[in-house]
Each structure stands twice: as structure tokens, then as C-alpha cells.
């Protein structure tokens, strides 16, 4: 700021220096044209804006100026009165708080946020309590304000708003997911593989791979699967499948004949069932679409060497970077005693500790 004055003051005595060597009459001329300019000014704003600086450099100016000229200047007696008690009220004035409660922290913000999403049968109140549990006192109205504000429902009309998403993961324990994947062979006959996923563990049976999968056949496997899961079969409650027409009645009325529904997907949308869809991407890409396949045999036991390191030796981030058949409660070994164990001549890799 104290630049920019004393550059508005160098600037000035450059102009008057640049008027003495003007005769009187280009002085009038110029004064003319710049009234007329300050005219057509003031017509399009009677009130410019002036900063600090403005207004110290034309009080000292004006003050040079004869008294009937005065009153027609930007800066009158009346404005330098009133710039004088604007000054004078900012020094003496105290900073007011601003009316109403603080604002919370943005952290505190997101906490509510995701207490409300996270829980959709929360109400206010509920959140209002869990928040004080953790050591934070927040009022109900805040919440509301909040929650409001991010574009969340109330908790009655926030509870029923259930997407596929979140009935998969709330399902997720007692959900098996069942798909078909093909492959074409080096002679480009295509080949079917069926498997069936258990999507709370993420562990895949690979249930028979075929050139012609009828509906017999497929319902010939959906028993096999159930002899496969014995007694263990009474934890699943769903089972998630496409509209295939190789999924017949009777397919069906295997598993509801041991009391697991059938979740038909609607049409064209494998995101429906994604956790089937994602293991056939994951086995394309890691296994199938980087060997060549004879024929049926020898995909039954690519997929089955496959299947057997993805459940047993491939980490999982779903499953906080396990395998489905890890020990959750495993021993750190020494390094010096891990050894590597190729997996289809060296295509997968797994590493297990020396006998």
C-alpha cells in the first residue's frame, strides 16, 4: 500500500513537471477535455470506487485548490469529513463475533456423514448419541442441517433406499453366485465352464466344463454341487443367476428344495452379478487368456490347478489381502525358508515355506 502511494505521488510530480514546459493555452485545452472525460465518468458511476491511496493523494491535492473550485471535485469538505470518521471508527471499533453457534470442524462433518451412510436406520438422535459416546456434543438440529445439506433422507425414507449393491454385501454370507465362462481352443471349438462362487468367502467350485451345456447337464452339476457342500449347504439362503435358457425349472428346484432362493438378474446387466462376473475376468486374465487350450480335458484341468490357487494361494483385497482357504492366524516364517512353487509350469506363482 505504501508503495502504491508513493508511486501515485512520483507520478504526479512527473506530469507537473512535464506542464511547465506547456504553453497556458494546451494546459486549458487539456483541462477541458478532462473535465468533460470526469463528466462521462461520473454519468456512468457517481460513486468510484477509491482506495486508500486515492484518497490521501487528492485530500493533499485538493487543499491547493481555490475554494469556489472545490465543490466540484470528487473530494469535497463533506468527504474528507467522512473519510476522517470512517478512520477513527476502525481504529476504536472491537471485531464482533459472528451471531449463532461456531461451525464444526470439517472432520466432525464427515464423521456424521459417514455414521449416516454407514447406518441408514439412524435417525438424529441416534447419531446424535454415538457421536457422544465418542467424546463429541453435537446438537440434533446440526445433524439435520448436515445431512440435509449432503443430500441424505430422513431415516425412514434413508432405511428403505436399499440398492442391489448393498443387498449383495448385507447378503453376502449366505449368497452363492453361479456363471459360465468360454473358452476357444487352439482348433476354435468353444468350450463351457460352469462354477458356482460362494461370495462371503469368495471360494469357487468349478463344476464341470463342457462343449454342449444343456439344461441336463447343468442341473446334473447343481446337485453335484450340493453333495460338494453337505450340511454346509444349509447356510446359503440365495442363489444369484442370469436369465440363460440352459437354467431350467429344474435347475431350480434344486436348491429351493433345500431352501435357497434363486435371484434372477435382470437382463443384460452382469453388474447384477458381479461377483461371479469378476472372477471370470480375474480367470481370463491370469490364467486362460495366456495359454492356448486343446480341448475340453485339458481346460477341466487348467480351470481345476487355477481354482485350487485361487482359493488356497492367491491374496484377495476383499478379504484383507487372504485366500479364501488361508489361516487367518498364520505365523510369520523366516524368509530364508520360503521356496517358490510354480503353478501350471511356472504361469501362477505361489510361495510356501520349506519342509
Not at 14 to 24: D, F, I, N, V, Y
Not at 182 to 203: G, K, N, P, Q
Not at 264 to 278: F, G, L, V
Not at 326 to 340: E, G
Amino acid at each position: 500500500m505504501a508503495l502504491r502511494l508513493l508511486y501515485l505521488i512520483f507520478t504526479r510530480l512527473l506530469e507537473g513537471l512535464a506542464l511547465l514546459g506547456r504553453s497556458h493555452r494546451a494546459k486549458d485545452i487539456e483541462i477541458l477535455v478532462l473535465r468533460h472525460e470526469v463528466a462521462v465518468l461520473r454519468r456512468r458511476s457517481p460513486k468510484p470506487h477509491l482506495s486508500w491511496a486515492d484518497r490521501a493523494l487528492l485530500s493533499a491535492l485538493t487543499r491547493r485548490l481555490p475554494t469556489w473550485l472545490r465543490h466540484h471535485r470528487l473530494v469535497t469538505p463533506t468527504t474528507l469529513l467522512t473519510w476522517h470518521r470512517r478512520l477513527v471508527t476502525r481504529k476504536w471499533r472491537q471485531p464482533t463475533a459472528k451471531p449463532g453457534r461456531p461451525p464444526i470442524p470439517a472432520e466432525l462433518q464427515a464423521l456424521i456423514l459417514r455414521l449416516a451412510r454407514d447406518n441408514p436406520s439412524w435417525g438424529y438422535t441416534r447419531i446424535q448419541g454415538e457421536l457422544r459416546r465418542l467424546g463429541h456434543r453435537v446438537g440434533a438440529s446440526t445433524i439435520r442441517r448436515l445431512l440435509r445439506t449432503a443430500g441424505l433422507p430422513p431415516t425412514p425414507r434413508r432405511a428403505d433406499e436399499h440398492t442391489w449393491t448393498q443387498f449383495l454385501r448385507t447378503q453376502a454370507e449366505g449368497l452363492l453366485a453361479c456363471d459360465f465362462f468360454h473358452i476357444d481352443t487352439i482348433a476354435l471349438r468353444r468350450v463351457y465352464a460352469f462354477f458356482v462362487m460362494e461370495v462371503h468367502s469368495r471360494t469357487v467350485h468349478l463344476l464341470g466344463v463342457t462343449t454342449n451345456p444343456t439344461g441336463t447337464w447343468v442341473t446334473q452339476q447343481a446337485r453335484n454341487l450340493l453333495l460338494i457342500l453337505g450340511e454346509e449347504a444349509d447356510r446359503f439362503g440365495y442363489l444369484i443367476r442370469d436369465r440363460d435358457a440352459k437354467f431350467t425349472a429344474a435347475f431350480d428346484a434344486v436348491f429351493t428344495a433345500s431352501d435357497i432362493r434363486i435371484l434372477k438378474t435382470a437382463p443384460q446387466a452382469p453388474r447384477m452379478n458381479a461377483y461371479a462376473e469378476r472372477f471370470v475376468r480375474t480367470a481370463r486374465a491370469e490364467c486362460t487368456d495366456r495359454i492356448l487350450v486343446y480341448d475340453d480335458q485339458h481346460l477341466r484341468r487348467v480351470l481345476d490347478r487355477y481354482t485350487a490357487h485361487y482359493n488356497a494361494g492367491r491374496a484377495h483385497r476383499a478379504l484383507q489381502l487372504r485366500a479364501p482357504l488361508d489361516d487367518p492366524n498364520i505365523l510369520p516364517f523366516p524368509t530364508h525358508r520360503i521356496r517358490r512353487c510354480k503353478i501350471l509350469g511356472g504361469l501362477l506363482n505361489e510361495y510356501h515355506p520349506a519342509a
